[in-house]
């Protein structure tokens, strides 16, 4: 895990559980766009500490898996969820993936803190009842939770080659910039200055 060394009130911790996207898979450290938040808080005046439990490969069972122990180390104020893709991607059944994160969603909650759920889609070679399924699973777990919402993590980079990596599934550090823009009007109503 990735604790950025800023002082920081037990209340001011946003924890980031995900997996590779915000992992910064294939960038170098300070690349990814969790480090890039951390700047724009300290930068903005926003005394947050953010720690990233996330972790490349990591499905919505591992999350659940590690969340207590991360709830019970770092108290955060606000929880970004970033899981699921993976689950997909490898074809797991959906209403596995609803119930982790859904339970994720439950255990952060009743630690107190709020939580912003990061959507993801698949590409449509997994069929198209499977990838809407996917994106509905996410409006659904939000609209039933009163969750903030990030619908499409990936939508200003996904279809642009020169911003993802070799792979195609993993954007480059010129992209994290982006991936933050569009995680920042969801989250940034969630804190507070000072």
Do not use: C
Request: avoid cysteine; proline fraction near 6%.
């Amino acid at each position: 895990m990735f604790a950025a060394q800023v002082a920081a009130a037990p209340d001011r911790t946003i924890l980031v559980l995900g997996d590779s996207l915000s992992a910064a898979y294939g960038l170098r450290t300070g690349e990814g766009w969790v480090a890039l938040l951390q700047k724009r808080l300290q930068t903005q005046g926003y005394g947050y500490r953010v720690v990233n439990a996330s972790v490349s490969g990591e499905t919505s069972t591992g999350g659940l898996q590690r969340l207590p122990r991360a709830l019970e180390l770092h108290k955060p104020a606000v929880v970004i969820l970033e899981l699921g893709a993976n689950d997909a991607l490898r074809g797991l059944p959906l209403s596995v993936t609803r119930d982790n994160l859904g339970k994720i969603t439950g255990l952060a909650k009743a630690s107190g803190a709020q939580v912003v759920l990061v959507g993801m889609r698949i590409p449509p070679n997994y069929g198209p009842r499977y990838t809407a399924e996917l994106e509905r699973m996410y409006k659904d777990l939000a609209r039933r939770e009163k969750l903030r919402l990030v619908p499409f993590f990936l939508e200003r980079v996904a279809l642009r080659e020169d911003l993802m990596q070799a792979d195609g599934l993993h954007p480059t550090a010129t992209a994290q910039p982006l991936l933050l823009d569009t995680l920042w009007p969801t989250l940034r109503p969630l804190l507070r200055r000072g």
